[in-house]
């Protein structure tokens, strides 16, 4: 035969015959079977790199993304040669339907998207080795049914989502693990040290971040998650080894928004998943503990954003090892696991791809209701602060999760005042307004909402968020849909101008204080009024941040730089003599010192907590930070150090004898603690000054009636009896003491997330920075037993002691980072109490 012809039919074969090509299995691939031990993530990554360098004509593979310890984060497509030759086409089609592209209509004759998203959190190991079974499954040229499935579907799958935690435990499991995995709970496998694989590197919970995206991971992957808005997505995950498998319907509470189709398809999956385990004679259970509230997890958030989304969860977890004898005495494997998972995904794809014509036409019906109807009861949120970069921040976060904003055109309107509690004239003219007629508008009732309709109070996480609060920005919540105006931002700070004598600077928000961070950095010397004062007819407010020349000679261009970076409203001044108010010369203008910071972690903390915090001044503050292992804690000097942050956690310290005395030595001595939620009670109640209210407890007692026929209730009501005393996250208005340095920048309020029911009595040697009065909750539910409580008490206290001074925090100000609101009273708290 000519050679060219046998060339060309070389390239043919390879072009037309790709479902001959075969691909080894992750078995063949990685050398052992899959379930025999855990496989670290590079592996995993070196599978799917070469599955896509095998079968080109089928997969396509991207990085896109890369987590804080450089590992790199994959999302791989499966479809049919025909459908992966045209796969943004169809991507474009399917953002059509959505109504963000809006080029031309788009068409539901496509395929359905599938999104498999594997292993969260980290330390639920089974699911990144179940996806690879996935993967070999749907590009195996032998499986017909999946070839059959491909034929109307495409498959995205995420091998993992968090890689650092997964590398995290698995490094550390395969450096504990004998030559076989013992089954024995009490072996060391079995326990995993602080702070665990199931977090990222910050020690987030990235299931619990998807519409607040402050971590890394979850920014890059919603990016590509909103350029596709799959149909449908699975979230993979573990939880206690003796629980049987869990999977859709999810348990109450849904939130209202929840369409009757996606209640519906979830029934539909449940039981196809049902129809397997039955035949295998394996234990499942529906309905129960994973609900559809908080809108940042793996399947709510799909879910508002119109696909049908899912927690899958397998027994297992950390505490599993690669085998565990359970309660029952069976020997719970990793080979089962992975059994499980791999099993409902290809359940999943069966009933996906069997009801596509349905599942494409709801979810076109979807974004068209929106955009004729709108969602809920109120329409629009109008943002009218003037705080450019509180909105800005705000901006950020819409933006992230492609929410549109515009400017709203008419004058007045009326609407609910989220700081007031009440319905109000406003004008809402140039206002920032956000609708719920666009293709997000599901996402933006439940994100703005004042307060969310919770049928069933036993939810898994917090029940309040509205963002008005959460951001500190005064808004409205309005019935009408509001004319808008495409949205122009207002103008940003002007350049620097030079000066004779000084610069001021507003200090208002979060921005301002990682610029004082960046000025502290640079070595430039600050200085804040403590006080209001009147300069050229202007009025500045205590917290003005005062940068005289003398002294920065050299850094002016730097400052200037930072101004421009963090947009600081600054105003250059020619003197230090004030028409009203203190001179800059006076005691009351206060020198910052740069406080060296150390916070506290490592075992006896909670990990999350601290790991915010160290985020916080990393990745946002970008000041240094030196973390201390509690364990460690009573053999360091603390002599270098200035600030201690106790985080949420029990510490051994706070109640041991000696290291307290110790401790207590150096604040005397001008140290500074900042103590947050737990620690604040165990403070409360080492002696310190602070005290647990404990009055009404008492008082409770006394008046309790003899036990009369209203205490005999039914068994089955336990679960309700215990929701009484309970408190899963609700918003709190706070009384502001903003004449304190700890609250420059606020008004005389401010919204808490109250996590528990602890109360502090008012500090008598000390300030009461921010109470709670009667009736103050604003959203969220509070059993009825926990909510009588909630009153009368500190929440947020300074005290001095001795030289040095002590900042209580009853609840965590910056909550998983997206408590954007309390960043700024945490910075305080670091640089301008007790100097
Ligand atoms: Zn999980």
Same mark, same amino acid.
């Given at each position: 035969m000519?050679k060219?012809?046998?060339?060309?039919?070389?390239?043919? @074969?390879i072009v037309?015959?790709?479902?001959?090509?075969?691909?080894?299995?992750?078995?063949?691939?990685?050398?052992?079977?899959?379930?025999? *031990?855990?496989?670290p993530?590079?592996?995993? &990554?070196?599978?799917?790199?070469?599955a896509?360098?095998?079968? /080109?004509?089928?997969m396509?593979?991207d990085?896109?993304?890369?987590?804080?310890?450089?590992? /790199?984060?994959?999302?791989?497509?499966?479809?049919?040669?025909?459908?992966?030759?045209?796969?943004?086409?169809?991507?474009?089609?399917?953002?059509?339907?959505?109504?963000m592209?809006?080029?031309?209509?788009?068409?539901t004759?496509?395929?359905?998207?599938?999104? =498999?998203?594997?292993? &969260?959190h980290?330390n639920?190991?089974?699911?990144?080795?179940?996806?690879?079974?996935t993967?070999?499954?749907?590009?195996?040229?032998?499986?017909?049914?999946?070839?059959?499935?491909l034929?109307?579907?495409? $498959?995205?799958?995420?091998? @993992?989502?968090?890689?650092?935690?997964?590398?995290?435990?698995?490094?550390?499991?395969?450096?504990?693990?004998?030559?076989?995995?013992n089954?024995?709970?009490?072996?060391?496998e079995?326990?995993?040290?602080?702070?665990?694989?199931?977090?990222?590197?910050?020690? #987030?919970?990235?299931n619990?971040?998807?519409?607040?995206?402050?971590?890394?991971e979850?920014?890059?992957?919603?990016k590509?998650?909103?350029?596709?808005?799959?149909?449908?997505?699975?979230?993979?995950?573990?939880?206690?080894?003796?629980?049987?498998?869990?999977?859709?319907?999810? %348990?109450?509470?849904?939130?209202? $928004?929840?369409?009757?189709?996606?209640?519906?398809?979830?029934v539909?999956?449940?039981?196809?998943?049902?129809?397997?385990?039955d035949?295998?004679?394996?234990?499942?259970?529906?309905?129960?503990?994973?609900?559809?509230?908080?809108?940042?997890?793996?399947?709510?958030?799909?879910?508002y954003?119109?696909?049908?989304?899912?927690?899958?969860?397998?027994?297992?977890?950390?505490?599993?090892?690669?085998?565990?004898?359970?309660?029952?005495?069976?020997t719970?494997?990793?080979?089962?696991?992975?059994?499980?998972?791999?099993t409902?995904?290809?359940s999943?794809?069966?009933?996906?791809?069997?009801?596509k014509?349905?599942?494409?036409?709801?979810?076109?019906?979807?974004?068209?209701?929106?955009?004729?109807?709108?969602?809920?009861?109120?329409?629009?949120f109008?943002? !009218?602060?003037?705080?450019?970069?509180?909105?800005?921040?705000?901006?950020?976060?819409l933006?992230?999760?492609?929410?549109l904003?515009?400017?709203?055109?008419?004058?007045?309107?009326?609407?609910?005042?989220?700081?007031?509690?009440?319905?109000?004239?406003f004008?809402?003219?140039?206002?920032?307004?956000v609708?719920?007629?666009?293709?997000?508008?599901?996402?933006?009732?439940?994100?703005?909402?004042?307060?969310?309709?919770?049928?069933?109070?036993?939810?898994?996480?917090?029940?309040?968020?509205?963002?008005?609060?959460?951001?500190?920005?005064?808004a409205?919540a309005?019935?009408?849909?509001i004319?808008?105006?495409?949205?122009?931002?207002?103008? !940003?700070?002007?350049?620097v101008?030079?000066?004779?004598?000084?610069? =001021?600077?507003?200090?208002?928000?979060?921005?301002?204080?990682?610029?004082?961070a960046?000025?502290?950095?640079?070595?430039?010397?600050?200085?804040?009024?403590?006080?209001?004062?009147?300069?050229?007819?202007?009025?500045?407010?205590?917290?003005?941040?005062?940068?005289?020349?003398?002294?920065?000679?050299?850094k002016?261009?730097?400052?200037?730089? %930072?101004?421009?970076?963090?947009?600081?409203? $600054?105003?250059a001044?020619?003197?230090?003599?004030?028409e009203?108010?203190?001179?800059?010369?006076?005691?009351?203008t206060?020198?910052?010192?740069?406080?060296k910071?150390?916070?506290?972690?490592? *075992?006896?903390?909670?990990?999350?907590?601290?790991g915010? =915090?160290?985020?916080?001044?990393e990745?946002?503050?970008?000041?240094?930070?030196t973390?201390?292992?509690?364990?460690?804690?009573?053999? =360091?000097s603390?002599?270098?150090?200035?600030?201690?942050?106790?985080p949420?956690?029990?510490?051994? #310290?706070?109640?041991?004898?000696?290291?307290?005395?110790?401790?207590?030595?150096?604040?005397?001595?001008?140290g500074?603690?900042?103590?947050?939620?737990?620690?604040?009670?165990?403070?409360?109640?080492?002696d310190?000054?602070?005290?647990?209210?404990?009055?009404?407890e008492?008082?409770?007692?006394?008046?309790?009636?003899?036990?009369?026929?209203a205490?005999?209730?039914?068994?089955?009501?336990?679960?309700?009896?215990?929701?009484?005393?309970?408190?899963?996250?609700?918003?709190?208005?706070l009384?502001?003491?903003?004449?304190?340095?700890?609250?420059?920048?606020?008004?005389?309020?401010?919204?808490?997330?109250?996590?528990?029911?602890?109360?502090?009595?008012?500090?008598?040697?000390g300030?009461n920075?921010?109470?709670?009065?009667?009736?103050?909750?604003?959203?969220?539910?509070?059993?009825?037993?926990?909510k009588?409580?909630?009153?009368?008490?500190?929440a947020?206290? &300074?005290?001095?002691?001795?030289?040095?001074?002590?900042?209580?925090?009853?609840?965590?100000p910056?909550?998983?980072?997206?408590?954007?609101?309390?960043?700024?009273?945490?910075?305080?708290?670091?640089f301008?109490?007790?100097?």
């Amino acid at each position: 035969m000519d050679k060219k012809i046998v060339l060309f039919l070389f390239f043919a @074969c390879i072009v037309f015959c790709s479902f001959a090509q075969t691909i080894k299995s992750p078995d063949e691939f990685l050398g052992y079977p899959l379930g025999s *031990k855990y496989t670290p993530h590079y592996k995993i &990554v070196n599978y799917f790199k070469y599955a896509v360098a095998a079968m /080109p004509q089928v997969m396509k593979l991207d990085q896109y993304g890369e987590t804080n310890e450089g590992r /790199p984060l994959l999302l791989a497509y499966i479809a049919t040669p025909e459908n992966l030759a045209k796969l943004d086409d169809i991507r474009k089609n399917n953002l059509r339907l959505t109504g963000m592209l809006t080029d031309q209509p788009g068409n539901t004759n496509a395929p359905v998207i599938v999104w =498999l998203s594997y292993n &969260v959190h980290g330390n639920e190991t089974s699911s990144s080795e179940a996806s690879m079974k996935t993967l070999y499954e749907l590009l195996n040229p032998a499986n017909n049914a999946t070839k059959e499935w491909l034929k109307n579907t495409v $498959v995205l799958i995420d091998p @993992c989502i968090n890689p650092d935690g997964r590398d995290r435990y698995v490094n550390w499991y395969n450096s504990v693990v004998g030559k076989n995995a013992n089954p024995d709970k009490q072996s060391r496998e079995h326990m995993e040290p602080w702070p665990g694989g199931r977090t990222n590197h910050y020690n #987030f919970d990235l299931n619990r971040d998807w519409a607040w995206q402050t971590q890394k991971e979850t920014q890059q992957r919603l990016k590509m998650y909103n350029q596709w808005m799959p149909q449908v997505h699975v979230d993979y995950h573990e939880q206690g080894y003796n629980n049987p498998y869990y999977f859709a319907p999810a %348990a109450q509470p849904y939130h209202e $928004v929840v369409t009757q189709w996606q209640r519906d398809f979830q029934v539909t999956i449940g039981k196809n998943n049902a129809k397997y385990f039955d035949s295998n004679g394996w234990l499942y259970f529906t309905k129960e503990e994973f609900d559809l509230f908080y809108p940042s997890y793996g399947d709510t958030y799909p879910i508002y954003s119109g696909a049908i989304g899912m927690t899958f969860e397998q027994g297992g977890g950390s505490r599993s090892g690669s085998a565990v004898i359970i309660d029952n005495g069976d020997t719970l494997t990793l080979k089962d696991r992975i059994a499980h998972h791999f099993t409902t995904g290809m359940s999943t794809l069966e009933m996906a791809s069997q009801n596509k014509e349905k599942l494409m036409k709801e979810f076109s019906n979807f974004f068209i209701n929106e955009k004729n109807n709108g969602i809920g009861e109120y329409k629009s949120f109008v943002v !009218t602060d003037v705080n450019s970069n509180k909105i800005n921040a705000l901006k950020r976060m819409l933006d992230g999760n492609n929410i549109l904003y515009s400017n709203a055109v008419i004058n007045n309107a009326k609407g609910f005042n989220y700081f007031s509690g009440k319905e109000e004239s406003f004008s809402a003219a140039n206002s920032l307004v956000v609708s719920t007629y666009q293709p997000k508008g599901t996402l933006v009732k439940v994100l703005f909402e004042p307060k969310s309709k919770l049928v069933d109070s036993a939810t898994y996480d917090i029940t309040a968020w509205s963002l008005p609060y959460v951001f500190g920005l005064q808004a409205y919540a309005v019935k009408e849909k509001i004319t808008i105006t495409p949205y122009v931002a207002k103008q !940003t700070t002007a350049a620097v101008p030079e000066t004779s004598y000084g610069y =001021l600077v507003n200090y208002t928000s979060f921005e301002e204080a990682k610029f004082l961070a960046a000025l502290l950095n640079a070595g430039i010397r600050v200085r804040f009024a403590e006080k209001d004062f009147m300069l050229n007819g202007k009025k500045f407010m205590r917290g003005t941040l005062i940068v005289l020349k003398k002294g920065n000679e050299t850094k002016l261009a730097e400052f200037a730089a %930072a101004a421009q970076k963090f947009n600081a409203n $600054v105003t250059a001044i020619s003197t230090g003599f004030m028409e009203s108010g203190n001179d800059f010369g006076s005691a009351k203008t206060h020198f910052i010192n740069q406080p060296k910071v150390a916070l506290v972690t490592g *075992k006896g903390t909670d990990a999350g907590a601290a790991g915010e =915090l160290w985020h916080l001044f990393e990745q946002e503050l970008d000041y240094p930070l030196t973390l201390i292992n509690a364990d460690d804690f009573t053999n =360091l000097s603390l002599k270098n150090i200035d600030v201690i942050i106790l985080p949420n956690g029990n510490y051994k #310290f706070l109640s041991d004898k000696e290291p307290l005395a110790d401790l207590k030595t150096w604040v005397r001595q001008g140290g500074k603690i900042i103590a947050l939620e737990n620690a604040v009670n165990q403070m409360a109640n080492g002696d310190w000054g602070l005290k647990v209210k404990k009055e009404d407890e008492e008082k409770d007692k006394k008046d309790e009636p003899k036990v009369s026929y209203a205490d005999v209730k039914p068994y089955e009501e336990n679960e309700h009896e215990y929701i009484k005393n309970t408190i899963a996250g609700a918003i709190y208005k706070l009384d502001i003491d903003n004449t304190h340095p700890l609250a420059f920048g606020y008004p005389n309020y401010y919204f808490t997330l109250k996590q528990d029911d602890k109360m502090y009595e008012f500090l008598k040697e000390g300030w009461n920075v921010g109470i709670i009065k009667k009736d103050s909750k604003v959203a969220g539910f509070a059993g009825s037993k926990v909510k009588d409580k909630i009153k009368d008490g500190t929440a947020i206290g &300074v005290q001095e002691y001795g030289q040095g001074s002590i900042v209580y925090f009853s609840d965590d100000p910056v909550f998983r980072c997206f408590w954007e609101n309390g960043k700024l009273m945490l910075s305080n708290a670091v640089f301008f109490v007790g100097q």
